[in-house]
Each structure stands twice: as C-alpha cells, then as structure tokens.
C-alpha cells in the first residue's frame, strides 16, 4: 500500500515536472499551430544555465532557477524574432524539418561546449534525502518539484482566466483573425507567449537535471513525451496539457515499477490509442488548424 | 482538343522517359565500374535511394509527414536478418521479397492508424509506431537479440549462382537492380491515374473526395506499397552488411531521412536518388572535418534549406544546367524543377 502511495508521489512529481516543461509547446502547437520539435533544446539551455552557475560559479540553487528561466526566455525570444516568425506560414513539413535541424544543432552544441556525459547539479542539503509520512517515502526534492509546479500552474491558471492578458491570449487561441480584428496584437501575444513557454521550459529543465537527467541528447530522449502531453492534452486550455502530464507521469513511473521489462511500450500504446480514438487529445475542442 | 484528352495528353508527355533520365542511370551503372574500391559507400548510397524513394511515394505525392518511416525500415531489416539467420528462406531474393511483404503487412496494419487526423496526429502516430517497435526490439532481445543486434548472419549466393563477396561488387550490383526495378514499378504507378488521383489528394483532399476519388483507399493503399518499398530497403541493409541492430528504428535515420529527401527534392522519384548521393557526401564531409560533432552541420543544412525556401533552392541549383540546355538545344530544360511543398 504504501509503495503504491510513494509511486503515486513520484509520479505526480514527473508529471508536474512534464506539466512545467511542455506547456510552453501547447501554446506553440495550440495558438500558432507550429509545430515546434526543438522545444526540449530550451529545456535543456536553461538546465546547462543553472548547471553552470551552481557548479562552477557556486551560486545558490535556488538563485540559480530564476537565471534559467531568464536565460531560457531571452534565447527564445532571440529565435522567436529572427527565425521562427519568418516559418509561421510554412507547411507543416517544413516546420518539421527546420525545427529538427535547430536540435541536431543544439544537440552538437552542447555536446562540443559541455561534453556528451550526464551532468548533476549540486543540490543544497535541505533538498536531500526523503522523509517519512504515515511509512510513505517522500523524497523532499520532488516534494519541492511538486510546490514549485504546482503553484506555477495555479499561477498560469489564474493569469488566462483573470487577467487581460490571458483573456487576449484565449482570444487568439481561438481565432486569431477574429482578435486581430478586434485590435488585439496578436503576433506580439505569440512572441510573449513563447519566450514564457521557452522560460518555463528552461526552469523545468533545471528542475528536472535531478529526475530526468540532464545530458545533450535531452531534447531528442524527452521530445516524444512533450509531443505526448500536448496532442494527449489538447491545446484548447492549460488543464488538458496539465491532466494529461499527470497521466502520462504517473502511467510512466507506475509503467516503470510494475511492468519494468515492457518499458515505455506502455506509455506510447496509451498515446496511439488515446490518438486514434480522439485526435484531437482527449480534453480537446477543436482540431488543429 | 476537349479538356479530358488534354489532360490525358499532358499526362502521357509526362510519363515518357527523357534523354536525361536514361543518361541518369548510365552513369549510376558506369559508377559501379568506375569506381571498384568504392562499392561499399556506393552501395550505402543505394540502400539509401531505395529508402527515400519509399519516403517520396507517401510524402512527395501524397503528402502523408512520416517521422517514423524507419519502422518499416526496421522490420524489413530484422525479417531478412532473422530469415537468414534460422535459414528459413536461404535464397536472398525471395527473403527480400518476404522481408518487404512483412513490413507491407505492417504498413497496411498501421494505414488505418495514420490516414486518421491532421498533420500533426499523423507525426505523433508514425513516430510512436516507430517508437513502439524500437521498445518490442529491445524487449524481445532473446530473438532480435537486443541491443547487441543479430550477429552471424551469413548470406546464401544470389539465385545459388552469385555468392557475395568481401568487396561487396555483388551487394552492389544486386541493389542496383533491386533499385531499377523498383524504381520502374513506382515511376509507372506515379504516372498511372492512380498516381495522379494521389497528387489531386495531397493538393485538396476535400475536392478529391467531391470528384470522386476514394480518398482513404488510396492512402492505405500507398502507404502500403511505401512500407513494401522501405522493408525492402531494410532487407538489402541486412543483406549486404549481415547485421541488423535496433538503430535501424532509430529516430535519427527516420529524421535523416527526411533531410534526404529534401535535399533531393520531393514528387519526382529523382529526389531521392539525387539527395541520397549529396547526403552521403554531404555526411562524409562533415565527419572528417568534425568526426564528433558532424550532426551540428547537418542541422544546420536542414535550417538554411528551409529558410532559403526549398522551392527557391532548387532553382538555383538547376539554374545553370537550364541555362546550357537552352543555349544548346533552344528549348525549355529537360530537367524540371520539382513540384514543391508537401
């Protein structure tokens, strides 16, 4: 019983984890309709970021998030502007193909300039170890995961349902020439949007260099699983993306436990099902466009 | 000339094999005599052609995006390497027949999966297909034998007459002649009504379907024969190496792949012939300047085609062979630009 408690925890853990790293995606997929392959190289810049700052610098760790987050954004920001606007119009192959081209490059990037092997960031001590509660193991730094994400997505969720902004953004989620016409600036809510989404990106993967692991091929290894939690999830609103990576958190590390020897066949039977029987995920409205 | 005769017409001249196509494949037949240290890479160059082909038949004319072709590629490679191995099926031509008619099986298994939803869904359902197939692999490693791959494989001679050699001359020519045959099978179905109801598909499937064209038969049924095309691709992989190893899944090959194609240019059969010999060079190149870090390179091939326009480059690439095909002979290029985008 409580080895199913404590897969459960893990499990959400992962799954916020996701939730953090792919939600940037669900905006690119969802308001665009871009289908936007590289989005784990973000991931991954802004875990070598906070890599690189607590390791070698001997910053904090907890100084360290927001720098990935940062760093992460303005990369994304820098892309969003010179490249990716120009590929909005484009087929989807192409889309495709650009987006596989930036994570080869990204892949050899990081590669040349940090070496090709698993990197650690050095943990504080208060964020090592597990805990007891009622004989479930609770391991603090996914407990940690878990208060970060969760409070990001309560944060996200209150910032598109209440502000004046999130109600712009849902404007153009669902019809960009209609909010156009209304005078809402919709390329610049994009641009927005996804340096945000690249952040969150880059602070999950500092978050999750510890559970995931952290080496140059992160963004091709976790590519499918991005892919997972927004086509799963729909693009229509964040609690879609958000159930569906606790799903697929929970389905993978129960998947891992009790079935070890099937792996991850498990995960992508579930996506293959979940995909013929609802293509547009399974909490979706509307299809892609 | 009422507009159902023109379009006949039209799509007779089409068909008609060119001056350039022939000299295309003369020179592929004088580079096996040409070069006689080289028919490894060049058989390489082959195995790959054929795989891109298959690629072009559901992307370039049908405009289905694959992210997981190696699947195929994949079961081709193992059924000829298992069929081998427990001498099930000595005769190497009728393994690679049974190898593509495995993965065929598959492909016509998975049809109905990937002619459901839009683009995007399609990507996720061939990628994970794909994926799928790698994790059973790695799974089932006491037949696949895992991740060390099927070891000691020893190929039977072809027809019993022509045993393959250690400089693999006859890995070479037999591919060829996998390669041409195949190649005038797909050339006639692309030319064929058939083929030209899949072009009507990729450019407005709704208006195919308004005309009468039964859009999803004809999707199956092309998917189906690419995934014959690319099995058999994979079978000739396991033949003139005599290993299969669970990369031959790997997203990297399905993603190369891709790059090939593009490179070659999609909807005319060529490209991937074309793109198969510049990738290979291309890839030679990069890994001797860079042997670690050549995947940087490739990347950055990928993002400058697209932000150039693919359309665009091609132009420019046939710019001067149009320009001394006019000044020659006073008419319009032989070589066509190929049609554009999927």
């Known amino acids: ?289 | 000339m009422n507009a159902a005769s023109d379009v006949g017409h039209h799509a007779q001249r089409q068909a008609r094999w060119h001056y350039g196509e022939i000299a295309f494949w003369l020179i592929v037949l004088a580079c096996g005599f040409a070069f006689p240290t080289r028919y490894l890479i060049m058989t390489d160059i082959l195995r790959l052609a054929l795989f891109t082909m298959s690629l072009d038949l559901i992307l370039g004319y049908a405009g289905i995006v694959s992210l997981g072709h190696a699947a195929f590629f994949g079961v081709g490679a193992y059924a000829a390497g298992l069929l081998a191995l427990h001498g099930i099926i000595n005769e190497p031509v009728l393994a690679l027949i049974a190898a593509g008619l495995a993965a065929m099986v598959l492909g016509f298994a998975t049809s109905f999966l990937v002619i459901r939803g839009v683009d995007l869904t399609r990507l996720m359902v061939t990628l994970g297909i794909a994926l799928l197939l790698e994790a059973l692999a790695e799974r089932f490693s006491n037949i696949t034998g895992g991740t060390d791959g099927l070891q000691g494989i020893e190929m039977q001679p072809i027809f019993g007459q022509i045993p393959f050699d250690m400089f693999g001359k006859a890995g070479f020519f037999y591919s060829l002649a996998v390669l041409f045959l195949l190649f005038l099978f797909a050339r006639r179905v692309v030319h064929s009504p058939f083929g030209l109801s899949l072009r009507a598909i990729k450019n407005n499937p709704l208006r195919a379907a308004a005309i009468g064209i039964p859009v999803n038969r004809r999707l199956i049924a092309i998917y189906t024969l690419a995934a014959f095309y690319a099995g058999i691709a994979g079978a000739l992989f396991t033949q003139t190496t005599a290993i299969a190893s669970l990369d031959v899944f790997a997203f990297e090959r399905s993603a190369d792949l891709m790059l090939v194609l593009v490179i070659g240019g999609t909807g005319y059969l060529y490209g991937g012939l074309i793109g198969a010999v510049v990738f290979r060079m291309l890839q030679e190149f990069f890994s001797t300047i860079t042997p670690q870090y050549w995947q940087f390179w490739i990347g950055l091939v990928l993002v400058l085609i697209v932000l150039i326009g693919r359309q665009r480059l091609h132009r420019w690439v046939l710019y001067v062979p149009n320009l001394v095909i006019k000044q020659i002979a006073g008419r319009k290029a032989v070589v066509a630009v190929p049609e554009s985008d999927a």
């Open chain 1, 1 to 289: 019983m409580t080895a199913i408690l404590t897969n459960l925890f893990d499990g959400v853990a992962y799954g916020m984890l996701l939730f953090v790293l792919a939600c940037g995606l669900a905006v690119t997929l969802g308001l665009m309709n871009f289908v936007n392959l590289a989005h784990g190289a973000f991931a991954m810049a802004g875990g070598y970021v906070c890599m690189v700052l607590v390791n070698r610098m001997g910053w904090p760790f907890f100084a360290a998030l927001p720098l990935a987050f940062v760093s992460a954004a303005a990369i994304g920001i820098a892309l969003e502007r010179t490249l990716y606007r120009h590929l909005y119009t484009r087929s989807h192959l192409d889309q495709v193909l650009f987006t596989i081209g930036l994570t080869f490059m990204s892949v050899a990037a990081v590669d040349y300039i940090q070496g090709s092997s698993r990197v650690f960031i050095n943990l504080p001590a208060a964020l090592q170890g597990q805990f007891d509660v009622f004989g479930v193991g609770i391991g603090r730094y996914r407990l940690m995961i878990i208060v970060i994400c969760g409070l990001l997505t309560i944060g996200l969720q209150m910032v598109l349902a209440k502000t004046r902004f999130g109600s712009r953004l849902r404007a153009a989620v669902d019809d960009p020439r209609a909010a156009s016409g209304l005078g809402i600036n919709v390329p610049q809510v994009f641009a927005f949007t996804f340096a945000f989404g690249c952040g969150l990106a880059g602070l999950g993967g500092a978050l999750s260099a510890e559970i995931l692991g952290l080496d140059p091929y992160f963004p091709l290894k976790f590519m499918i699983y991005f892919l997972i939690v927004v086509t799963v999830g729909g693009s229509s609103s964040i609690t879609g993306p958000f159930l569906a990576s606790l799903l697929l958190g929970i389905g993978d590390v129960a998947g891992k436990y009790y079935v070890p020897k099937m792996g991850p066949f498990v995960i992508y039977t579930m996506m293959i099902v979940i995909l013929i029987w609802r293509p547009n995920g399974l909490f979706g409205r509307t299809a892609a466009r």
